[in-house]
């Protein structure tokens, strides 16, 4: 279980405004952090990871105290047990993929353990190219494999799906998915789009005007991609009756609206 | 600190060698205490050195400097989270990502110190066959009239500063990496 109240001036989009927040991430747990650019999201993995300071606040984890600014308390990032995936990857360009993962070992060189993750990741294609040579989303898929390696208690990922296509922001949720399962791992992952990544996570936390309030899988998925609830039913293709309950947005729910007007097989009702 | 170590850029060489010289000088209180455990830096080779690298030092600092500030900052963030302390941070990922800033210091602070004259006159005192360097020579050269020796110094130092340039210019630039190919 991880703790932490947090305060800090922060610059957004709109001037400097004041995050405060307090939330609480119990183990195990997927968090889906979001709220709009500039909101403050990264700055709270960043302080999460040890990475920033708040100005005043308490970050715990289980009974160890990571930081609590009343006691000037503040435990190094090396200390913190913690897994951070940058937006930008931050692979050392200086070694291959297998060296990366080596290198990020605390302990000396575990053979096994790298080879179990470079399989868990499929990245054993990759694994002696540099990092430079990767495309975004087998970059990701190595700064994952990299950041677990270690056993961390928490995984802290930021927009680690933004920016690549469809079908690789699948394939790398799948592997989000395996790590945070294998590794019993507490994530926390900054997102502004949740398209798609609902099936994954355990709760959504929104920030909006430096406050977290908890809100359901669905009202932050409409709100993301103007969802419409609706119900499709089709008779004749299968030839009995179903009743799909859906979750599309506005554009795939217009479509459909479209062809059951044309079609009598498949009929809509909000 | 970085005013500091940026100054020997802008003020004149005979200024740092006249203050060096001060300094070092057994008459004052540090160049006494170097006395007493047995090192002279004024008029001595090592003095020389000494100077140079003092001199030399913003022309090593200022590419390392401006290599590092253009990591990006993940870099060093993803190590530490990695557990990785601050020195070995700095040896295993900064320093090896920025290794054309690293020659470009290396190459300029030594071809920088080759051209020497003012601080190396000071400290050094052009004594023959100890802290002579080749560009007092082909001062002293000119003064005596022998122009073939002046021309022989001055030649051999174009060169030797050309040849480095351009080899720097080509690793930096990817030539050579690419003609390996």
């Given at each position: 279980?991880?703790?932490?109240?947090?305060?800090?001036q922060?610059?957004?989009?709109s001037?400097?405004?004041?995050?405060?927040?307090?939330?609480?991430?119990?183990?195990?747990?997927?968090?889906?952090?979001?709220?709009?650019?500039?909101?403050?999201?990264?700055s709270?993995?960043?302080?999460?990871?040890?990475?920033?300071?708040?100005?005043?606040?308490?970050?715990?984890?289980?009974?160890?105290?990571?930081?609590?600014?009343?006691?000037?308390?503040?435990?190094?990032?090396q200390?913190?047990?913690?897994?951070?995936?940058?937006?930008?990857?931050?692979?050392?360009?200086?070694?291959?993929?297998?060296?990366n993962?080596?290198?990020?070992?605390?302990?000396?060189?575990q053979?096994?353990?790298?080879?179990?993750i470079?399989?868990l990741?499929?990245?054993?294609?990759?694994?002696?190219?540099?990092?430079?040579n990767?495309?975004?989303g087998?970059?990701?898929?190595?700064?994952?494999?990299?950041?677990?390696?270690?056993?961390?208690?928490?995984?802290?990922?930021?927009?680690?799906?933004?920016?690549?296509?469809?079908?690789?922001?699948l394939?790398?949720?799948?592997?989000?998915?395996?790590?945070?399962?294998?590794?019993?791992?507490t994530?926390?992952?900054?997102?502004?789009?949740?398209?798609?990544?609902?099936?994954?996570?355990?709760?959504?936390?929104?920030?909006?005007?430096?406050?977290?309030?908890?809100?359901?899988v669905?009202?932050?998925?409409?709100?993301?991609?103007?969802?419409?609830?609706?119900?499709?039913?089709?008779?004749?293709?299968?030839?009995?009756?179903?009743?799909?309950?859906?979750?599309?947005?506005?554009e795939?729910?217009?479509?459909?609206?479209?062809?059951?007007?044309?079609?009598?097989?498949?009929?809509?009702?909000? | 600190?970085?005013?500091?170590?940026?100054?020997?850029?802008?003020?004149?060489p005979?200024?740092?060698?006249?203050?060096?010289?001060?300094?070092?000088?057994?008459s004052?209180?540090?160049?006494?205490?170097?006395?007493?455990?047995?090192l002279?830096?004024?008029?001595?080779?090592?003095?020389?050195?000494?100077?140079s690298?003092?001199?030399?030092?913003?022309?090593?600092?200022?590419p390392?400097?401006s290599?590092?500030?253009?990591?990006?900052?993940?870099?060093?963030?993803?190590?530490?989270?990695?557990g990785?302390?601050?020195?070995?941070?700095?040896?295993?990922?900064?320093l090896p990502?920025?290794?054309?800033?690293?020659?470009?210091?290396?190459?300029?602070?030594?071809?920088?110190?080759?051209?020497?004259?003012g601080?190396?006159?000071?400290?050094?005192?052009?004594?023959?066959?100890?802290?002579?360097?080749?560009?007092?020579?082909?001062?002293?050269?000119?003064?005596?009239?022998?122009?073939?020796?002046?021309?022989?110094?001055?030649?051999?130092?174009?060169?030797?500063?050309?040849?480095i340039?351009?080899?720097?210019?080509?690793?930096?630039g990817?030539?050579?990496?690419r003609?390996?190919?």
């Amino acid at each position: 279980m991880i703790h932490c109240q947090l305060n800090k001036q922060l610059r957004g989009a709109s001037g400097i405004f004041e995050l405060n927040i307090d939330a609480q991430f119990p183990a195990r747990t997927f968090t889906i952090l979001f709220g709009e650019s500039g909101a403050g999201k990264t700055s709270i993995l960043r302080m999460l990871a040890g990475l920033m300071t708040p100005e005043h606040g308490l970050i715990t984890s289980q009974n160890q105290v990571w930081f609590d600014s009343s006691k000037k308390i503040y435990l190094k990032p090396q200390l913190r047990k913690g897994a951070f995936v940058f937006q930008d990857q931050g692979l050392f360009p200086n070694m291959t993929v297998r060296k990366n993962l080596e290198f990020a070992q605390r302990q000396s060189n575990q053979k096994k353990l790298i080879d179990e993750i470079i399989e868990l990741f499929e990245l054993g294609d990759l694994q002696h190219l540099s990092p430079i040579n990767l495309s975004g989303g087998q970059k990701q898929k190595v700064a994952l494999a990299r950041s677990i390696i270690n056993q961390p208690n928490i995984l802290l990922l930021d927009e680690p799906l933004s920016a690549l296509d469809r079908r690789t922001r699948l394939m790398l949720q799948e592997y989000i998915q395996k790590a945070h399962k294998e590794f019993k791992l507490t994530t926390i992952m900054v997102s502004h789009d949740l398209s798609e990544i609902h099936k994954i996570t355990d709760r959504v936390l929104k920030l909006e005007e430096g406050v977290i309030s908890e809100v359901t899988v669905e009202t932050a998925f409409g709100e993301t991609n103007k969802l419409i609830k609706g119900s499709i039913i089709s008779s004749k293709a299968i030839g009995e009756n179903i009743k799909l309950e859906i979750l599309v947005s506005r554009e795939a729910y217009e479509m459909l609206e479209k062809r059951s007007k044309d079609d009598d097989e498949i009929r809509l009702c909000k | 600190m970085e005013a500091l170590i940026t100054m020997p850029l802008v003020l004149p060489p005979t200024v740092i060698g006249f203050y060096l010289l001060v300094a070092f000088s057994p008459s004052y209180a540090l160049g006494g205490w170097l006395g007493s455990i047995g090192l002279q830096f004024v008029f001595t080779f090592e003095g020389l050195v000494l100077a140079s690298v003092i001199y030399s030092l913003p022309f090593m600092v200022q590419p390392i400097q401006s290599g590092l500030t253009n990591l990006a900052p993940s870099l060093a963030e993803a190590a530490y989270l990695l557990g990785k302390s601050k020195i070995t941070t700095l040896i295993r990922v900064l320093l090896p990502n920025i290794k054309p800033s690293l020659l470009t210091g290396i190459v300029l602070a030594f071809a920088h110190t080759i051209g020497e004259f003012g601080v190396v006159l000071m400290i050094g005192g052009s004594i023959p066959g100890k802290t002579k360097v080749a560009s007092i020579a082909i001062y002293d050269e000119v003064e005596t009239l022998d122009y073939a020796m002046a021309n022989a110094y001055s030649l051999l130092l174009f060169l030797v500063t050309f040849l480095i340039l351009v080899v720097v210019y080509l690793v930096n630039g990817g030539y050579l990496n690419r003609m390996w190919k």
